[in-house]
């Protein structure tokens, strides 16, 4: 069974950074694309970024360009999300999502082809 375990959110202040992880467990963490996607309150879920299986290529929502990276550790099983330059627009639930589904890189956004999804953590940016 797999399980992506998200850890890593709180409380910050404008202009000030996170990093988000994502550890997956039950199957080869080599054959999923991950991605990362959040839900403010009210609001519906976004994507915000995602990296290929061997990690080459990333793709970014316009909102966290230049500010979020997305990477990928396979010797831990992990994912990540570095957010830097947090603005009080960024609080949202952040989901990692995993996906034996992406062929091309405008699959990265469709929640669709997401196998697999943690169960969240908050992420609260104060202005």
């Known amino acids: 069974q797999v399980q992506l375990v998200e850890s890593g959110g709180g409380l910050v202040q404008a202009g000030g950074s996170l990093r988000l992880s994502c550890a997956r467990s039950?199957?080869?963490?080599?054959?999923?694309?991950m991605g990362w996607f959040r839900q403010a309150p009210g609001k519906e879920r976004e994507f915000v970024a995602a990296i290929s299986r061997s990690g080459r290529d990333t793709s970014y929502a316009d909102s966290v360009k230049g500010r979020f990276t997305i990477s990928r550790d396979p010797a831990k099983s992990t994912a990540y999300l570095a957010m830097n330059s947090l603005k009080p627009e960024d609080t949202a639930v952040y989901y990692c999502?995993?996906?034996?589904?992406?062929?091309?890189?405008?699959?990265?956004?469709?929640?669709?082809?997401?196998?697999?999804w943690g169960q969240g953590t908050q992420v609260t940016v104060s202005s």
């Open positions: 999502a995993a996906s034996a589904r992406i062929f091309t890189t405008t699959h990265y956004p469709q929640e669709i082809r997401y196998d697999y």
């Open positions: 039950g199957v080869t963490f080599d054959t999923y694309a």
